[in-house]
């Protein structure tokens, strides 16, 4: 069983900058691939970006366009989601997601909690 927890929400401004991390705890690791979504009220979950065990491929969500990067470090056992030029529509609550083996889109086994992210002025 892996269980996950998000940090590194909170509230920023338009334009700003915030890194969320997605600590992992049981299980191997570095064979799972992890990912990142989003949901905002009243919408659907939303995939914002994966990266392979090895940490050499990512994949991200169309609205990306650049502006986060998703990274990991098998030894610290942490995913991490670096978020520039934040928009008042990235609010949501921002949720880790871990899968055995090679990426799947939308296939996950495990999902932490979810750490809420309010872009405001």
């Known amino acids: 069983q892996v269980q996950l927890v998000e940090s590194g929400g909170g509230l920023v401004q338009p334009g700003g900058s915030l890194r969320l991390s997605c600590a992992a705890s049981?299980?191997?690791?570095?064979?799972?691939?992890m990912g990142w979504f989003r949901q905002a009220p009243g919408r659907e979950r939303e995939f914002v970006s994966a990266?392979?065990?090895?940490?050499?491929?990512?994949y991200n969500g169309g609205f990306v366009k650049g502006r986060f990067t998703i990274s990991r470090d098998n030894d610290k056992k942490t995913v991490y989601l670096q978020m520039n030029s934040l928009k008042p529509e990235d609010s949501a609550v921002y949720y880790c997601?871990?899968?055995?083996?090679?990426?799947?889109?939308?296939?996950?086994?495990?999902w932490g909690q979810g750490t809420q992210v309010t872009v405001s002025s």
């Open positions: 049981g299980g191997t690791f570095s064979s799972y691939t």
């Open positions: 990266i392979n065990w090895l940490g050499g491929t990512t």
């Open positions: 997601a871990a899968r055995r083996g090679i990426y799947r889109p939308n296939e996950y086994d495990y």
